[in-house]
């Protein structure tokens, strides 16, 4: 996705179109200073941590104004969590379109693991802010990882209910073995980052154990 896998473009020329119901914006995107405000607020947590960004520091990267900040979003903790549910989203489709559903279900596993590992490392300060900033936000960020849970949650059931793995005797995963596989990747996920250490080094691990969480009888 546009926020997470580039930077913006500076200096690039992008006409402005008439938006039914908005004022002209460049490239007749209705959502052009939301997303150039999230991305300034991506790159700046890449360089500097959320801790030290202020929404100056958003204004200044974005080149735009207070004024169009605010009428997006009501405070800086609101941007990032604008920034990390759309960032989850991102995830949580990633996973789900690596799975090939005619692999081997051990291969399915692999699949979504190395991707969910990739998508981490690859996006890490973002991974920082999930795990250092979002604990000692207010509500809207509580429920923002509740939500997070509960949609891999339910990935996870939605890929292990398939006729396929149910005729070589494998069950749809329980919800709670769900969450405890869920939230063994991210504490992994946390506890290495924090250690600075690459995820590639666990990976085949979490593999391994996800596989037996899944069929414990396997």
């Not at 100056?56 to 969590?81: I, N, P, Q």
């Not at 991102?90 to 559903?101: E, G, K």
């Not at 604990?135 to 949650?153: D, I, K, Y």
Request: charged share 25%; glycine share 4%; with cysteine.
């Amino acid at each position: 996705m546009w926020i997470y896998d580039r930077h913006r473009q500076k200096g690039r020329e992008v006409n402005a179109v008439a938006v039914p119901g908005r004022a002209r914006l460049p490239g007749g995107d209705p959502l052009f200073y939301r997303r150039r405000i999230l991305e300034a607020m991506a790159e700046s947590i890449a360089e500097v941590g959320y801790a030290n960004t202020m929404v100056a520091d958003v204004v200044r990267r974005a080149r735009t104004s207070k004024s169009k900040f605010y009428a997006e979003f009501s405070d800086r903790e609101a941007c990032l969590v604008a920034l990390l549910s759309e960032a989850n989203d991102a995830n949580l489709a990633a996973v789900a379109a690596a799975v090939d559903a005619a692999a081997p279900w051990q291969t399915q596993v692999r699949q979504a693991v190395e991707t969910w590992f990739d998508w981490a490392e690859r996006r890490r300060p973002l991974t920082l802010a999930w795990i250092r900033d979002v604990p000692a936000l207010g509500p809207s960020a509580r429920s923002l990882q509740r939500m997070a849970m509960e949609r891999f949650v339910e990935l996870v059931r939605t890929l292990s209910d398939t006729q396929e793995l149910k005729a070589i005797g494998i069950q749809p995963v329980p919800h709670a073995r769900a969450v405890l596989l869920i939230g063994g990747l991210r504490e992994l996920t946390a506890h290495t980052v924090e250690h600075d250490q690459p995820l590639a080094a666990v990976t085949e691990e979490a593999v391994r154990s996800a596989i037996a969480l899944i069929n414990p009888a396997d």
